[in-house]
């Protein structure tokens, strides 16, 4: 019966098609993406704009500013424009696989910041005409991450 199978059993027979769900219980980076992480000050959102440094890796518009701030890890923002997408439901989308390609990818980043001991504000902006796939924004994601350190270096 099912009920006789052992944990480590289970969890192989559940995750066999999709090996980057298994669950890693010693992982030491957390795939979370919490309150901390959002960029929600207007101050600071302002100060983003105003005076920071930007590059466009398509369809990306990476905004950035390093900040005075010791928080332990980067504050980000998505914003997809309205011009080009009527619908919120589109925006909505948009914005939510942004924020999973980060959420997935960001110990890349993390590494890099808490050896430099930099703390930043990241915006970022989606440049695209139509709707993207996933693989897009995380291929793009990846390579802002890149472009991040070498600017940063």
Same mark, same amino acid.
């Given at each position: *019966?099912?009920?006789?199978?052992?944990?480590?059993? &289970?969890?192989?027979?559940?995750?066999?098609? @999709?090996?980057? +769900?298994?669950?890693?219980? @010693? #992982?030491?980076?957390? &795939?979370? /993406?919490?309150?901390?992480?959002?960029?929600?000050? =207007?101050?600071?959102?302002?100060?983003? &704009?105003?005076?920071?440094?930007?590059?466009?890796?398509?369809?990306?518009?990476?905004?950035?500013?390093? +900040?005075?701030?010791?928080?332990?890890?980067?504050?980000? *923002?998505? +914003?997809?424009?309205?011009?080009?997408? =009527?619908?919120?439901?589109?925006?909505? #989308?948009?914005?939510?696989?942004? #924020?999973?390609?980060?959420?997935?990818? =960001?110990?890349?980043?993390?590494? /890099?910041? =808490?050896?430099?001991?930099? +703390?930043?504000?990241? !915006?970022?902006?989606?440049?695209?005409?139509?709707?993207?796939?996933?693989?897009?924004?995380?291929?793009? *994601?990846?390579? !802002?991450?890149?472009?991040?350190?070498?600017?940063?270096?």
């Amino acid at each position: *019966m099912y009920w006789d199978l052992d944990l480590d059993k &289970f969890v192989q027979f559940c995750f066999v098609n @999709n090996p980057m +769900t298994v669950p890693d219980i @010693n #992982r030491s980076e957390s &795939f979370s /993406f919490e309150k901390g992480e959002r960029l929600c000050s =207007k101050k600071e959102i302002e100060a983003l &704009f105003s005076s920071g440094k930007g590059f466009i890796v398509y369809p990306l518009r990476v905004v950035y500013l390093v +900040t005075d701030d010791k928080g332990e890890f980067p504050s980000i *923002m998505c +914003t997809v424009p309205k011009r080009r997408f =009527k619908r919120a439901v589109d925006r909505n #989308r948009i914005k939510r696989l942004i #924020r999973e390609s980060y959420r997935l990818n =960001k110990s890349l980043l993390f590494e /890099f910041l =808490k050896e430099k001991g930099y +703390t930043l504000n990241i !915006a970022f902006i989606f440049l695209g005409e139509e709707l993207p796939k996933y693989q897009l924004l995380e291929q793009s *994601m990846n390579k !802002a991450f890149v472009k991040l350190k070498e600017k940063l270096s």
